[in-house]
T-cell receptor, first 113, second 111 residues
Framework: ETGVTQSPTHLIKTRGQQVTLRCSSQ?????VSWYQQALGQGPQFIFQ???????GRGNFPPRFSGLQFPNYSSELNVNALELDDSALYLC????????????FGPGTRLTVL | KQEVTQIPAALSVPEGENLVLNCSFT??????LQWFRQDPGKGLTSLLL?????REQTSGRLNASLDKSSGRSTLYIAASQPGDSATYLC??????????FGTGTRLQVTL
């Protein structure tokens, strides 16, 4: 059974650019959630996708958008990057939304210069 | 709005000690409470999940308890080892299926 994977591992962008982060969910999981973790802080919920539909969103601006594909992999897109977007971006998958344990990937470290 | 607090923020103990990490949350209407471990610059490893109907869960040297009425959870680590050094995060699941995290307790176990 393959765990949650994310790509790329590290990424450096400049302010104003756009970025796409990718996540492959664990086998059998149809729910993917994205979190942003700033240095020294706990992760903050960005949004969740369940069966290709957005299923909840945190307090993030519209320039943070996502997709989930039929194979339940997911993308996080961030437009018009700002310096404060520098963080570790974590993806988590679960068998179903709600009660189930969430399993996290290794994260993508994004640095915005 | 759910708020999760973890105390202490940092902890250093000698190898072999038993220790308790604390987590409190403001909204008791949670579905479950999950404890995670995070090594520096890495993702999160799930340690224990306690459903709202449960009082505790155990895995090896780890025991987590949940008291919804008081808005508290504790993670007990028995016979600590240097390999336990990491940041420990608790998170509650409420409506919208999102996890709300505390800021973590950074644990260092010394030889």
């Amino acid at each position: 059974e393959t765990g949650v994977t994310q790509s790329p591992t590290h990424l450096i962008k400049t302010r104003g650019q756009q970025v796409t982060l990718r996540c492959s969910s664990q086998s059998g999981h149809n729910t993917v959630s994205w979190y942003q973790q700033a240095l020294g802080q706990g992760p903050q919920f960005i949004f969740q996708y369940y069966r290709e539909e957005e299923n909840g969103r945190g307090n993030f601006p519209p320039r943070f958008s996502g997709l989930q594909f039929p194979n339940y992999s997911s993308e996080l897109n961030v437009n018009a990057l700002e310096l404060d977007d520098s963080a570790l971006y974590l993806c988590a998958s679960s068998p179903d939304p709600g009660l189930d344990e969430q399993f996290f990937g290794p994260g993508t470290r994004l640095t915005v210069l | 709005k759910q708020e999760v607090t973890q105390i202490p923020a940092a902890l250093s103990v000698p190898e072999g000690e038993n220790l308790v990490l604390n987590c409190s949350f403001t909204d008791s209407a949670i579905y479950n409470l999950q404890w995670f471990r995070q090594d520096p610059g890495k993702g999160l490893t799930s340690l224990l999940l306690i459903q709202s109907s449960q009082r505790e869960q155990t895995s090896g040297r780890l025991n987590a308890s949940l008291d919804k009425s008081s808005g508290r959870s504790t993670l007990y680590i028995a016979a600590s080892q240097p390999g336990d050094s990491a940041t420990y995060l608790c998170a509650s699941t409420g409506t919208a299926s999102k996890l709300t995290f505390g800021t973590g307790t950074r644990l260092q176990v010394t030889l």
